[in-house]
C-alpha cells in the first residue's frame, strides 16, 4: 500500500475537517471537495502511467488541486489562491524544493485549461475535467468539452454522452 500518499490524504482531509468550522459561503460543498481531490488523484495517477509521469507526483498534485477554493469558498481565482496553502501543506513533507515547485506551478496553472502547459499540469487540467464530467457536471466551455474528447479518445473511451 502507498501509505505515504494515504497519510497525505488523511492531512486532506484533516484540513478540511477545520475548514468545516469556518462558516463562509462556498460555490461547492466541502463533501464534493473531499471526493473531487481523492478521485482526481486517482484519475491522475492512472493519466501519469499512460503518460510516462511519476504517478505519486501526479496523485498529489491533483489531490491538492483546489487548496485555493477549499480555504476561500469560491471559484473565481481559486487557481493562484492556491499557492500559499500548498507551499504550506508541502513543508511539512520531505519532497525537495523542484519537485515542490512543480506541484504548486501546476496549481497555479490548473484552470488554464485552454493552454498547454506541463506534463504534470496537463495531467491535473485533464484528471479535473474527466472527473467533473463523470460526476455528472456540464462541461459547457468548448476548451474544456475538447480537452474532455480528446481525454476520453487517448483513453480509448468512445462513447461521448451529453455532459
Ligand atoms: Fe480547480
Known amino acids: ?14 484540513y478540511m475537517d477545520c475548514l ?4 463562509i459561503e462556498r460555490d461547492y460543498p466541502l463533501i464534493w471537495e473531499r471526493i473531487h481531490a481523492t478521485s482526481c488523484a486517482q484519475i491522475g495517477r492512472m493519466l501519469a502511467e499512460m503518460r510516462g509521469v511519476d504517478t505519486e507526483l501526479a496523485a ?41 515547485e512543480q506541484i504548486v506551478q501546476a496549481v497555479i496553472n490548473h484552470s488554464k485549461k485552454d493552454q498547454v502547459g506541463s506534463e504534470l499540469e496537463e495531467i491535473v487540467k ?12 456540464k462541461i459547457a466551455k468548448v476548451h474544456h468539452a475538447a480537452r474532455l ?7 480509448g473511451i468512445h462513447s461521448l454522452r451529453e455532459g
Open 20 to 23: 468545516e468550522e469556518n462558516t
Open 1 to 14: 500500500m502507498k501509505w505515504n500518499f494515504i497519510h497525505d490524504l488523511q492531512r486532506i482531509y484533516a
Open 149 to 155: 474528447q480528446r481525454t476520453l479518445k487517448d483513453l
Open 126 to 137: 485533464d484528471a479535473d475535467i474527466l472527473d467533473c464530467y463523470w460526476y455528472g457536471e
Open 60 to 100: 498529489i498534485t491533483c489531490a491538492l488541486h483546489d487548496m485555493g477554493r477549499w480555504v476561500s469558498g469560491r471559484q473565481n481565482d481559486h487557481a493562484p489562491k492556491g499557492e500559499e496553502p500548498v507551499r504550506r501543506f508541502l513543508m511539512e513533507g520531505t519532497m525537495d524544493d523542484d519537485t515542490r
